[in-house]
């Protein structure tokens, strides 16, 4: 079988040689560590890394969803170990001088409806920047008729970006003290989202839809159900139904975190796999198998902390899922990047328990 066969036939819960192969990531602290137990210097990114692990591919392709023109990035200051700087969507933030640490968010872009109107230009859906030409879609889609491996769509993001361009604290408020501005800007991802993804589905036929949000934590969502429904869920239902109409009936959205919450409105809205499943925040695979049963499909759900742990707890953990990589309609790997901390050898020997239960 092809990895694209491997991908469909799993996803539609069909028997295979075996299970596809994917991996999550890196700290990038951890490249470093694992030079000093044995890996090859010359591995120094992700990519490198998942080309040496022998990692199956997917590829991924869409329209621009983010801000056009992005900010130019300007420093501001020093401070201590960090620059302070406005990044390409206008956000200022602490970045540290060395070191890969996440960004510390200062200030937000958009905060109210006079701030949303000098941004908004930037997140026009019809700019034609966001989209190939003709021409160069239309290549695009010859070179993909001849994929051997997944191909997928990307859709964005209707409550994820608005986050990061207004601040945690400001969409919670937001979404009380200014409802209306808020139902305008999730509107405006979503048409971007709408006439951006279209041309592409008009010529390619993909095996997914893959979105991103990261908007729950370890006690759920930033919104609660309710709000969630009126807010969210006709444009995700306006978002699946489009690209059901070509044919593709695996979506996905990249959510960390409890996402238990959630993941009923995310199925009535027909995103039917969740990815990643982070387990040390409350989204076990386990459970969300036995309640949702075969409506719902998976991708990760592999407890990072087990590699910190060890190998019997890798073992364990790997043990404790294969039940449900059985039943397919699952993928595992690790449920977010691999921390620092994790030994090259730890690491070494989940793939190669992991390889055993995929079939290799």
């Known amino acids: 079988m092809t990895p694209r066969e491997r991908w469909q036939r799993v996803m539609h819960f069909q028997s295979v040689d075996r299970i596809p192969h994917y991996e999550f990531g890196y700290w990038d602290e951890l490249y470093s560590e694992w030079h000093e137990q044995g890996l090859p210097r010359s591995i120094d990114n992700e990519a490198q890394a998942n080309a040496y692990f022998g990692f199956d591919e997917r590829i991924e392709v869409g329209p621009r969803l983010g801000v056009i023109p992005t900010f130019p990035r300007e420093v501001v200051r020093e401070e201590g170990d960090n620059l302070i700087v406005y990044d390409s969507e206008g956000v200022l933030c602490a970045v540290p001088k060395e070191g890969s640490s996440i960004p510390h968010y200062l200030d937000f872009p958009i905060k109210d409806r006079r701030t949303w109107e000098e941004y908004k230009h930037r997140l026009d859906p019809n700019d034609p920047q966001r989209i190939p030409s003709e021409e160069e879609l239309d290549e695009l889609a010859a070179q993909l008729r001849q994929a051997t491996v997944p191909v997928g769509i990307n859709i964005g993001s209707l409550f994820g970006k608005p986050r990061d361009r207004m601040g945690f604290e400001g969409i919670a408020l937001m979404m009380y003290d200014d409802p209306e501005l808020m139902d305008e800007i999730i509107e405006t991802q979503c048409r971007m989202i709408e006439v951006g993804i279209e041309p592409y589905l008009q010529r390619i036929q993909f095996d997914f839809a893959a979105g991103w949000e990261d908007i729950c934590f ?7 159900p309710a709000m969630f429904r009126e807010f969210l869920l006709p444009r ?125």
């Open 218 to 224: 370890n006690n759920g969502c930033i919104i609660g």
């Open 236 to 360: 995700y239902q306006r978002i699946a139904k489009l690209v059901h109409r070509y044919g593709v009936d695996v979506i996905y959205t990249d959510c960390d975190g409890n996402i238990n919450g959630v993941v009923d409105i995310w199925l009535e809205a027909g995103y039917n796999c969740m990815f990643p499943v982070e387990v040390r925040a409350g989204s076990d695979p386990v459970e969300l198998r036995r309640r949702y049963g075969k409506d719902l499909l998976m991708l990760g759900g592999f407890d990072k902390m087990a590699l910190l742990a060890g190998k019997e707890a890798i073992l364990q953990e790997l043990k404790r899922l294969v039940p449900i990589i059985e039943e397919g309609g699952y993928i595992p790997h690790v449920d977010h990047r691999v921390p620092a901390g994790v030994k090259l050898e730890d690491y070494k020997y989940y793939l190669t328990e992991k390889r055993a239960v995929l079939g290799f």
